[in-house]
C-alpha cells in the first residue's frame, strides 16, 4: 500500500469513528460529508479492501462494503477481465468469512456479490453455483455440514431476491438467464435433497426461503412445482409456516403455461391449499396467530390471482368461499385485534365484481347459488362490529375505522344482492328489536345506513327499516339513536324520490334534537336531507323553522349551527318571496346580537366566533337562490346590507385578524353571486370598505373584493370614474410597497398581495375594462413594466399569475393604437428577458411560464419574434451556434405552432445550454 493509500485509510477511518461515536455534532456533520464524497472518487479499491479486513471494527467492514457497491456499479465498465475475476474470487471469499461475524454484515456481502455475479456471468466465473457450493463448504463449525449448508442457503436467498428486484438489461438478459436458469435447476435439485435428508427445522426454513425467492425463474415451472408440494407437509408448524407459505404463493404466481398439465397442475395446487383449512381450524382454536396470518395471506392472495380459475371449476371455488367465509367469521371485535379478517374483504370485493361482470344469465344463476352466503356475510360482519359502551377514547377511534371499512364492503354487497340483502338486514334488526337486544339493533341499523347511500329510487325496502326506526324510544341506548340519526341522513336521496315519509322523518328529527348529545348528529343528517329534498321540502318549512330556530339562537356549535342554516337556506330558496322575507331575521338577527356583544369585548376568542358567524352568513347568502320575480327585491339583499353595516365596526376592532377579514369578503363574494343586478346599490359602499379595508390591513382579501367588484360593474358607466381612480391608487401602493421592500431588507410584501393585484388586472384587462383602458399612457407603461417585474419575483405563485397576466394582455390589447403602441414598445425586451432566463438555467416550472409569455409573442406577430430571437441569441455567449439553430429551426416558420410543440423547444434549450444535473442510476 503507498504512503497515500495509507494516509486515506487512516484519515477513513479516523472519519468512521466520529461519524459512529463523536459526541460533536459539527465533526460528525465534517465526517459524513467526507465519507460521502469518498465513496464518489474514483480508484481507491486497496483501499476499500483493507477496510474490509476482518479484523477492522465492524462500522469501518459496513462502510467498506457500501464503498465497494458504489464501485461495482459505477466504475465496472473500466475494469479489465482479469480484474473482474479477482475482484469476484476475493469478494466470495471475504463473503464467506463474513458468514460467522455479523447477520446484517453478511448480507450487505451477499448482496453486492450478487450484484458482481449478475453484471458479469459467465465471465467473471463459470458455473459460479458450484464456486459457491465448494467455497461455503470451507465455513467450520461445531456442526459443519448443517453450518456450511445453512450458510450457502442463506447466500443464494440474497442472490435470488437481488435478481428478481434489479433490472436487466436487454444485453445482459440472454446470458443471465442461462446461467441463472441452470443455477437454479442445480439449486432446486440440493434443495430437495437437503429436504429429503434433514431434521433440523433451521435447516427446513432456509431451504424454503431460498427456494421462494428462485421461484421467479418460469422456465423451471415444473422443478418449482415438486418443491412446492414438498412445502406443505410444514404448515402446520408455526416456525416454518410463513417460509412455507411464501414458497407456495410465489409457486401460484407462475406462469402456468411453460407447464404442458397446467390446468392440473392448478387444480392440485388449489386443492392442496383447501386441505390447509383443518391446520386453520386448529390454529383459530388455539389463536396460534403465527400460524393464522400466514395461511389466512396464502388464501386470499390464491383468491384473487386466480378468481377466474375458481369460478370455472365449481367445486374449488365452494371450497375457497367457505374458507374465506370461516376466515371472515373470526371473532373480532376492537378493541381484540382482527386485522387477518379484514384482509378478506379485497377478495369479497372481487368475487362480487367478479360475477357482476359476467353474462346476464351466468351472473344471476351465481347470484343464485351464492345469495345465502353472502347475506350469511353481512350478519357476520354485524355480529362481530357490535357498539361496545367500554371503550375508552382511542378504542373508539379504532373501532369507527374497523367499521366504516367493513361497512363500505356490506354496502358494496347490497348493491349487488339489493332488495334480498336489504330485506335480510330488515329482518334481522326486528328480531333484534323483539328480542330487546339494542347493541345488535344498533349494529344493523348502522348497516342499513351504509347501504342507504346507494340506494335506487324504486327500493321499496328501506320503508321497513324507516318504520322501525320512526318506533325506537327517546330513552332508547344512545348509540343506538345516534345511529339511526345517521341512517335517515344516509337516506336522503332515497327520501327526494319517496318523499311520503319524509314527514315521519322530520319528526324523528325533532324529537331526537331535544337530546344535546344528538345535536351534532342530528344536524348532519337535518342538512343532508335539505339539500336532496329542499323542493319537497318547502310544504314543511313552518315544522323545519320550529325546529332550527331554537339551535340557532342557542350556544350550540358552530358546525351544528352552520348546517341548520344551510339546510334552512336551501328549503326557503323553494318558498315564496314573502316567507323567506318572513324567515330570514329569524336566523340572522341572533347572529347580529353576537357581533354587538364581541365589538365591545375584542379578544382572540371573539375573532374566532365573528368568523364563524361570518362563515354562517356566507353559507346563506351561498344557499338562498330563489326564483323571484325581475321587479321584486331579492331577500337576501336586506340582509347583505345591514351585514355590510356591521363590517365597519368588524375593521375596526378585529382587523388584525386575517381570518375575519378573508370571511367578510367571502360574504361579499357570495353576495355578487347571488343578488347578481341587484348588488349595485351597495357597490359604492362595498368599493369604500374594501379600499379603506386595504389601506389598513394590506390584506389580499380585499384586492379579491375590488376585483369582483370591477368584474362585475363592466358596463357600469356611473362607476367608471371612481373605479379607475380605485384601481390607480392601489395599483401606486402596491408598487410603492415594492419599492420599500427592496431598498429596505426589514420590509416585506405579503407574495399573496401581488398574486392577487395580477389576477385582478388579468380578470379586468382580459374583458378590456374601463378600469384600464381609460389610465394614462404613462400609467399603462408602468404597470406593464410592474407585470414584467413581477415575473422575475421568487414566490412561484406570484410569478404565475403575473406570466398570465401579461400574456393575456399580449394576446388581447391590439386596440386602441395607444395601448397596442405600449405592447409592442417591450415585447423586445421581453423576449431578450425570457430567452436568457431560459438559456442561464431557470428553473423547470419557470420555463413553462416564460414559454407561454414568448408563444404569446410569437402568436402576435411572429417574424418580429424571429427577428428578436435571432438577435437576443447571437448575443448569447452560454451555447453554441449549433444550440441556437436548433432553436431557431424549431420555430421557425411553423406560424401554427402547439404551446406544448413551443414549451417543449425552450425546455430542451435550456437543458443543451444549461445541462441538467446528473442522476445517479444502481444498474
Not at 442463506?154 to 443471465?176: M, N, P, Q, Y
Not at 421592500?741 to 398574486?755: G, H, K, R, Y
Request: glycine letters at 4%.
Amino acid at each position: 500500500m503507498t504512503e497515500e493509500s495509507r494516509n486515506t485509510l487512516e484519515t477513513a477511518l479516523a472519519a468512521i469513528h466520529s461519524l459512529y461515536f463523536d459526541q460533536d455534532a459539527e465533526r460528525k456533520t465534517q465526517a459524513n460529508v467526507w465519507l460521502t464524497s469518498f465513496i464518489e472518487e474514483e480508484g481507491e479499491w486497496e483501499v476499500a479492501w483493507e477496510l474490509l479486513d476482518d479484523h477492522r471494527p465492524m462500522e469501518a467492514r459496513f462502510y467498506g462494503i457500501t464503498v465497494m457497491a458504489y464501485k461495482i456499479s459505477k466504475q465496472w465498465g473500466g475494469l479489465t477481465t482479469e480484474v473482474r475475476q479477482s475482484l469476484c474470487s476475493s469478494l466470495l471469499e471475504k463473503t464467506v468469512g463474513s458468514y460467522s461475524s455479523n447477520a446484517a454484515l453478511f448480507n450487505k456481502f451477499s448482496s453486492v456479490l450478487s450484484i458482481l455475479l449478475i453484471k458479469g456471468v459467465p465471465e467473471v466465473m463459470e458455473q459460479f453455483e458450484e464456486c459457491i457450493f465448494d467455497k461455503f463448504k470451507m465455513i467450520n463449525s461445531d456442526d459443519e455440514d448443517v453450518s456450511a449448508d445453512i450458510a450457502t442457503l442463506k447466500f443464494f436467498t440474497v442472490l435470488g431476491e437481488e435478481l428478481k428486484d434489479r433490472f436487466i438489461s436487454a444485453r445482459r438478459k440472454k446470458d443471465v438467464d442461462v446461467e441463472f436458469g441452470r443455477a437454479k435447476e442445480n439449486l432446486i435439485t440440493w434443495c430437495l435433497s437437503l429436504l429429503a435428508n434433514t431434521q433440523s427445522e433451521e435447516m427446513v426454513a432456509a431451504v424454503l426461503q431460498c427456494a421462494a425467492a428462485w421461484t421467479f425463474c418460469y422456465q423451471n415451472f415444473e422443478t418449482s412445482l415438486q418443491l412446492c408440494a414438498s412445502a406443505f407437509p410444514y404448515l402446520e408448524y408455526s416456525e416454518l409456516c410463513p417460509a412455507a407459505c411464501k414458497l407456495v404463493s410465489e409457486t401460484f404466481c407462475l406462469d402456468s403455461s411453460f407447464s404442458p398439465d397446467s390446468s392440473q397442475d392448478m387444480i392440485q395446487l388449489a386443492t392442496q391449499i383447501l386441505q390447509t383449512k383443518d391446520i386453520f381450524d386448529a390454529a383459530v382454536n388455539d389463536w396460534n396467530d403465527a400460524l393464522m396470518a400466514p395461511l389466512v395471506h396464502l388464501v386470499v392472495e390464491f383468491g384473487q390471482q386466480h378468481m377466474r380459475f375458481l369460478t370455472m371449476n365449481p367445486s374449488l371455488l365452494d371450497g375457497f368461499l367457505r374458507y374465506m367465509f370461516t376466515i371472515t367469521s373470526i371473532p373480532g371485535n376492537v378493541p381484540i385485534e382482527d386485522s387477518l379478517t379484514v384482509i378478506t374483504y379485497d377478495f369479497w370485493y372481487q368475487f362480487v365484481d367478479y360475477i357482476t361482470d359476467l353474462d346476464s344469465e351466468t351472473c344471476n344463476r351465481m347470484k343464485d347459488l351464492y345469495n345465502g352466503m353472502l347475506m350469511e356475510l353481512i350478519e357476520v360482519i354485524a355480529n362481530k362490529s357490535r357498539y361496545l359502551q367500554a371503550f375508552d377514547d382511542d378504542e373508539l377511534s379504532e373501532f369507527i375505522n374497523y367499521r366504516n371499512t367493513m361497512g363500505d364492503l356490506v354496502s358494496y354487497i347490497c348493491m349487488f344482492l339489493k332488495d334480498d340483502a336489504l330485506s335480510f338486514l330488515a329482518n334481522l334488526l326486528e328480531t333484534a328489536i323483539k328480542s330487546g337486544n339494542e347493541e345488535d339493533a344498533e349494529s344493523f341499523v348502522f348497516y342499513f345506513g351504509q347501504a342507504a347511500e346507494s340506494l335506487e329510487r324504486h327500493q321499496q325496502t328501506p320503508n321497513a327499516f324507516i318504520n322501525m326506526i320512526c318506533g325506537f324510544s327517546n330513552q332508547a341506548f344512545f348509540h343506538l339513536n345516534q345511529t339511526a340519526v345517521v341512517a335517515l341522513g344516509n337516506c336522503a336521496d332515497w327520501l327526494q324520490n319517496n318523499p311520503a315519509r319524509l314527514e315521519e322523518v322530520i319528526l324523528f328529527l325533532s324529537l331526537r334534537i331535544q337530546d344535546v348529545s344528538l345535536t351534532e348528529v342530528v344536524a348532519g343528517s337535518f342538512k343532508a336531507i335539505t339539500k336532496s329534498c329542499d323542493s319537497v321540502l318547502a310544504s314543511f318549512v313552518d315544522d323545519l323553522l320550529r325546529i332550527s330556530l331554537p339551535v340557532l339562537s342557542s350556544d350550540a356549535s358552530f358546525k351544528v349551527r352552520r348546517y341548520f342554516t344551510e339546510g334552512l337556506c336551501w328549503v326557503l330558496s323553494k318558498c315564496e318571496t314573502a316567507i323567506i322575507t318572513q324567515a330570514l331575521p329569524n336566523i340572522y338577527s341572533p347572529i347580529f346580537v353576537e357581533f354587538s356583544r364581541c365589538v365591545r369585548n375584542p379578544s382572540e376568542d371573539a375573532a374566532t366566533v365573528i368568523s364563524e358567524n361570518l362563515s354562517i352568513f356566507a353559507r346563506a347568502i351561498y344557499c338562498l337562490s330563489p326564483d323571484i320575480p325581475a321587479s321584486a327585491i331579492h331577500p337576501v339583499f336586506t340582509l347583505v346590507q345591514e351585514l355590510i353595516g356591521h363590517f365597519g365596526f368588524i375593521l375596526d376592532n378585529f382587523g388584525w385578524s386575517e381570518d375575519v377579514l378573508n370571511k367578510m369578503c367571502i360574504c361579499l363574494t357570495h353576495s355578487f353571486q347571488t343578488l347578481d343586478n341587484q348588488i349595485e346599490p351597495l357597490l359604492s359602499t362595498i368599493i369604500a370598505f374594501a379600499v379603506n379595508g386595504f389601506e389598513s390591513t394590506q390584506q389580499a382579501a380585499f384586492i379579491n373584493i375590488l376585483s369582483d367588484v370591477m368584474t362585475f360593474s363592466h358596463n357600469n358607466s356611473e362607476l367608471a370614474e371612481q373605479l379607475c381612480s380605485v384601481f390607480y391608487n392601489l395599483f401606486c401602493k402596491i408598487s410603492s410597497l415594492v419599492t420599500t421592500a427592496q431598498e429596505d431588507e426589514d420590509a416585506t410584501v405579503d407574495p399573496m398581495v401581488l398574486s392577487r393585484f395580477f389576477h385582478l388586472v388579468y380578470r379586468v384587462g382580459r374583458s378590456s375594462h374601463e378600469v384600464l383602458l381609460h389610465q394614462e399612457s404613462e400609467t399603462l407603461q408602468q404597470l406593464l413594466s410592474f407585470i414584467i417585474q413581477g415575473t422575475t419575483f421568487q414566490e412561484m405563485e406570484v410569478v404565475k399569475e403575473a406570466t398570465g397576466t401579461l400574456g393575456m394582455l399580449i394576446e388581447k390589447w391590439k386596440h386602441p393604437e395607444e395601448v397596442d403602441a405600449i405592447i409592442v414598445g417591450m415585447l423586445e425586451e421581453m423576449v431578450s428577458m425570457y430567452v436568457t432566463a431560459i438559456a442561464e438555467g431557470a428553473a423547470p416550472r419557470l420555463v413553462a411560464f416564460y414559454s407561454d409569455v414568448l408563444h404569446k409573442i410569437f402568436k402576435r406577430d411572429d417574424t418580429a419574434f424571429m427577428t428578436t430571437l435571432v438577435q437576443v441569441l447571437n448575443e448569447l455567449e452560454s451555447c453554441d451556434d449549433e444550440i441556437k439553430n436548433t432553436l431557431v429551426q424549431g420555430i421557425n416558420g411553423r406560424i401554427h405552432i402547439l404551446k406544448s410543440a413551443f414549451q417543449r423547444c425552450f425546455s430542451e434549450f435550456r437543458t443543451s445550454c444549461f445541462g441538467s444535473k446528473e442522476v445517479i442510476v444502481v444498474d
